[in-house]
């Protein structure tokens, strides 16, 4: 995306990390200068969106301290004096993590997550923290995606009445919204690239195993990861760049050094060229309007030489049978695990502690319950042979038996289908009213999945995914940049109350 950066400080609305970068190399900008740029658009802007649910209050002096090491040409590289928003379940020393909980006020870590630290490292300026759905969407089946306790509801620039999906609601909401460049969400079904889809952004939930959870408030160790969310396939690359690697307190990224690349260098926008790519013509549910921007996004992929296979025929119910108790299974030891490590004024210890401090905080029960919390409880732990089947059979299903298969039969380099309906109304009494999704055999698999900008339902946003085998991060990254530079599909929110329904 081409920008004219020449008043970049005052303008900061849809550029690019990429022309960022380049901008504060020319020595165009400064980071002090381009941080109080986003620092006043939050200020000006997200009033009405409440996706950021914290500022980081030394976000000046580390991008002063950025612009030291570039006038002593001692620069760190291309993100060094970029600003990127964080997800509040992400530990960053000094400010709370809460998971949008206020049972975890108290939760300031003392140092960053790893992921993190690898940002600040590459010279990123952590500029605050976003909202979320509270506990990433784990505590209720009826919630609405985007409120917590800690942060109120975030919403859709798109349409303010409408959701901004989650659990990534803040960062995909803010992104969209030019309130940074680039933002971290986190993933465990769909909480990357459901907000990234209605909010107009490509996400990347990458190969469970590439990028640290050390410091992240968890779900399930199966599943979560984190990952960039940005406003072009090029940006989301420089930030997997950053953060991809191993970590030793993270046993699941013992491969990610010897599996990471440069993810930059690997994007080609010829790569459609002769790809043979399988249409996923068995994941049902999506409307019509979406299907019919799908169908032109297909004929886009053909007119740049792919080679497009229907696939009509896949059985979900291995993966869907016992997908929530795994889920839950693993929230009950994972989460105690976070908890017995968290900041010692937390007093919420256990997955117990923090049902009990809802029942008794009227804030936190006000719109929908703990049922899933409750029921997480009540389970066995890794012993339990329910589980250990689910597990398995649903990791079997998904990634082998289903990703892995599908690819070598019809010989295909990766996967294709619309990644979710366009967003819905708000409801804070009824909860979410999800359409089609394209999230859950990636992420069962614990495989990468890429959404990227496809088009609009009604003025919405709506993507489409690019699935392929674990560590495949690479390939799917230059298909969605071949397809985003051929189509340049996204378009820029208007922050209009409401749109008419799709």
Same mark, same amino acid.
């Given at each position: 995306?081409?920008?004219?950066?020449? *008043?970049?400080?005052?303008? $900061?609305?849809?550029?690019?990390?990429?022309?960022?970068?380049?901008?504060?190399?020319?020595?165009?900008?400064?980071?002090?200068?381009?941080?109080?740029?986003?620092?006043?658009?939050?200020?000006?802007?997200?009033?009405?969106?409440?996706?950021?649910?914290?500022?980081? +209050?030394?976000?000046?002096?580390?991008?002063?301290?950025?612009?030291? @090491?570039?006038?002593?040409? =001692?620069?760190?590289?291309?993100?060094?004096?970029?600003?990127?928003?964080?997800?509040?379940?992400?530990?960053?020393? !000094?400010?709370?993590?809460?998971?949008?909980?206020?049972?975890?006020?108290?939760?300031?870590?003392?140092?960053?997550?790893?992921?993190?630290?690898?940002?600040?490292?590459?010279?990123?300026?952590?500029?605050? /923290?976003?909202?979320?759905?509270?506990?990433?969407?784990?505590?209720?089946?009826?919630?609405?995606? !985007?409120?917590?306790?800690?942060?109120?509801?975030?919403?859709?620039?798109?349409?303010?009445?409408?959701?901004?999906?989650?659990?990534?609601? %803040?960062?995909?909401?803010?992104?969209?919204?030019?309130?940074?460049?680039?933002?971290?969400?986190?993933?465990?079904?769909?909480?990357?690239?459901?907000?990234?889809?209605?909010?107009?952004?490509?996400?990347?939930?990458?190969?469970?195993?590439?990028? *640290?959870?050390?410091? $992240?408030?968890?779900? *399930?160790?199966?599943?979560?990861?984190?990952?960039?969310?940005?406003?072009?396939?090029?940006?989301?690359?420089?930030?997997?760049?950053?953060?991809?690697?191993?970590?030793?307190?993270?046993?699941?990224?013992?491969?990610?050094?010897?599996?990471?690349?440069?993810?930059?260098?690997?994007?080609?926008?010829?790569?459609?060229?002769?790809?043979?790519?399988?249409?996923?013509?068995?994941?049902?549910?999506?409307?019509? =309007?979406? &299907?019919?921007?799908?169908?032109?996004? &297909?004929?886009?992929?053909?007119?740049?030489?792919?080679?497009?296979?229907?696939?009509?025929?896949?059985?979900? /119910?291995?993966?869907?049978?016992?997908?929530?108790?795994?889920?839950?299974?693993?929230?009950?030891?994972?989460?105690?695990?976070?908890?017995?490590?968290?900041? +010692?004024?937390?007093?919420?210890?256990?997955?117990?502690? $923090?049902?009990?401090?809802?029942?008794?905080?009227?804030?936190?029960?006000?719109?929908?319950?703990?049922? &899933?919390?409750?029921?997480?409880?009540?389970?066995?732990?890794?012993?339990?042979?329910?589980?250990?089947?689910?597990?398995?059979?649903?990791?079997?299903?998904?990634?082998?038996?289903?990703?892995?298969?599908?690819?070598?039969?019809?010989? &295909?380099?990766?996967?294709?289908?619309?990644?979710?309906?366009?967003?819905?109304?708000?409801?804070? $009494?009824?909860?979410?009213?999800?359409?089609?999704?394209?999230?859950?055999?990636?992420?069962?698999?614990?495989?990468?999945?890429?959404?990227?900008?496809?088009?609009?339902?009604?003025?919405?946003?709506? %993507?489409?995914?690019?699935?392929?085998?674990?560590?495949?991060?690479?390939?799917?990254?230059?298909?969605?940049?071949?397809?985003?530079?051929?189509?340049?599909? @996204?378009?820029?929110?208007?922050?209009?109350?409401?749109?008419?329904? +799709?």
């Amino acid at each position: 995306m081409s920008t004219d950066l020449s *008043s970049i400080e005052k303008g $900061v609305v849809e550029v690019s990390l990429a022309d960022t970068a380049a901008a504060l190399a020319s020595g165009k900008t400064t980071s002090a200068a381009l941080t109080q740029s986003y620092l006043a658009r939050i200020k000006q802007v997200d009033p009405k969106l409440r996706s950021v649910l914290a500022v980081n +209050p030394q976000a000046i002096e580390a991008a002063k301290a950025s612009d030291a @090491r570039r006038a002593a040409k =001692q620069t760190l590289g291309p993100l060094d004096g970029v600003p990127i928003l964080i997800k509040d379940n992400i530990d960053v020393a !000094g400010m709370p993590n809460t998971g949008g909980s206020l049972a975890l006020a108290a939760n300031i870590p003392a140092k960053d997550a790893p992921l993190v630290k690898r940002l600040v490292d590459a010279g990123a300026v952590v500029l605050g /923290k976003t909202n979320l759905s509270e506990w990433a969407n784990i505590r209720s089946s009826h919630s609405s995606s !985007g409120w917590s306790g800690a942060g109120g509801l975030t919403r859709n620039p798109y349409a303010l009445d409408r959701s901004a999906c989650g659990s990534s609601s %803040g960062s995909g909401s803010s992104i969209a919204a030019s309130l940074a460049p680039a933002a971290i969400g986190t993933e465990t079904d769909g909480s990357i690239t459901c907000p990234a889809s209605i909010n107009g952004l490509v996400g990347l939930k990458p190969t469970v195993g590439l990028v *640290s959870r050390t410091g $992240v408030i968890p779900i *399930s160790h199966s599943q979560d990861t984190a990952g960039p969310m940005t406003r072009d396939v090029m940006d989301t690359a420089l930030v997997l760049n950053a953060i991809a690697g191993s970590d030793a307190a993270d046993t699941a990224t013992a491969d990610a050094d010897a599996r990471k690349t440069d993810y930059v260098k690997g994007l080609n926008s010829g790569s459609l060229k002769g790809a043979r790519l399988g249409v996923m013509r068995f994941a049902k549910d999506y409307r019509p =309007q979406t &299907l019919a921007v799908f169908d032109q996004a &297909l004929e886009a992929l053909k007119a740049q030489g792919a080679v497009l296979v229907d696939i009509t025929e896949f059985d979900m /119910k291995p993966i869907a049978d016992g997908r929530l108790h795994v889920l839950l299974t693993e929230l009950k030891v994972d989460l105690n695990a976070y908890l017995t490590g968290a900041n +010692p004024n937390v007093k919420t210890r256990t997955l117990a502690d $923090v049902i009990a401090f809802n029942k008794q905080e009227a804030k936190e029960l006000a719109y929908f319950d703990q049922d &899933l919390f409750e029921t997480a409880e009540a389970t066995a732990g890794y012993s339990d042979p329910a589980y250990v089947t689910a597990h398995d059979g649903g990791k079997l299903a998904a990634g082998p038996n289903g990703i892995d298969r599908l690819l070598k039969e019809h010989d &295909l380099v990766a996967l294709l289908t619309p990644t979710n309906d366009p967003t819905w109304l708000i409801d804070l $009494v009824n909860g979410d009213n999800f359409g089609g999704a394209a999230s859950t055999i990636p992420a069962v698999a614990g495989y990468p999945h890429l959404t990227v900008p496809m088009g609009a339902v009604s003025g919405l946003p709506v %993507g489409i995914s690019f699935i392929g085998p674990a560590w495949s991060e690479q390939t799917i990254l230059s298909l969605g940049y071949a397809y985003e530079q051929a189509t340049r599909a @996204r378009k820029p929110p208007t922050y209009p109350a409401t749109l008419p329904l +799709p």
